[in-house]
């Protein structure tokens, strides 16, 4: 039977308080076993350590050499990790994202967003807001929009509508606020709809391009940085969000939402987006 691992997270986070009920929720799919990587005794909740970091860090290690190895291992969903924690013991990684990438050998990825009302991919992800504008460039964005085309059409089951973000206010208001839309941006999508025509639009108005894919009138929406994409997203979806890392072999979905180190261990924490990444997990192997 297909299995779906799925890792605690940081324990001294609620990570393992939304897997266990995720479990228990009786809305997870049929047909499809469920393995639990990590150990909760490793961490005190509400009191991150090194050993919380290190036993969060085995426990992703464990699922890249189970998908590595193991053809039923179908997906891994990997709950949420402090970044902080990590990096003081030694990951070398900005996120959970670039860890997969690395470890799968992969080097066209992507961020995803998904959820009931918008689907969002980042054509840059961890860095700095003062380098987007430098490491945006036209491979990026088209490589970005590949992937994401293939999320949405897989998830939809039809050709996508996908809207590209402008970078600059008013999408640079021709040129007068910048103009990575005319000189990357849109040579991009032109790149893009050659490849797969009419499926790409844009540069899109960043400011009001998210309320209209919300309403129904695009598939997915391609940001050009974290922000810009994720405070949209989590604003319409926190409960429902879903992260995807887009380009590995085998699906790696996250609940998109943090380590709450404030509420852990206290019993109130919601398990709806842990629900939802092992559903989308399911539905992409």
Known sequence: MPRILITLGDPAGIGP?????????????????????????????GSPDARSAVSALEALEASVRILKADPDAVAVVTA??????LQNSGFPFPGQTEFFAERFGVHDFAMCLSGQNLSV???TI??????????????RIVASGRLLAGFARRRFRRDPRIAVV?????????????????????????????????VFSGP??????????????????????????????????????????LGLPKPRTSP????????AGKDIARPDSM????????ELA
Do not use: W
């Open 17 to 45: 308080e939304v897997v266990a009920k995720a479990l228990a929720s009786g809305k997870l799919p049929a047909g499809f076993d469920f393995q639990v990587l990590g150990d909760a005794a490793h961490g005190s909740p």
């Open 80 to 85: 949420p990790v402090s970044k902080a924690s």
């Open 121 to 123: 991919g980042l054509a």
């Open 126 to 139: 961890h860095i700095p807001l003062a380098n987007v504008s430098k490491e945006l460039t036209l491979e």
């Open 166 to 198: 402008g970078l600059n206010p008013h999408a640079g208001e021709g040129g007068r606020f910048g103009d990575e839309e005319a000189r990357v941006i849109a040579p991009a999508i032109a790149t893009l709809n050659q490849e797969m025509p009419g």
């Open 204 to 245: 899109h108005v960043p400011d009001a391009i998210f309320r209209q894919a919300a309403e129904g009138q695009f598939d997915a929406v391609l940001a050009m940085y974290h922000d810009q994409g994720l405070i949209p997203f989590k604003l319409l979806d926190f409960d429902t969000g879903v992260n995807v890392t």
């Open 256 to 263: 998109d939402h943090g380590t709450a180190f404030d509420i």
């Open 275 to 282: 629900i939802h990444a092992i559903r989308l997990a399911c």
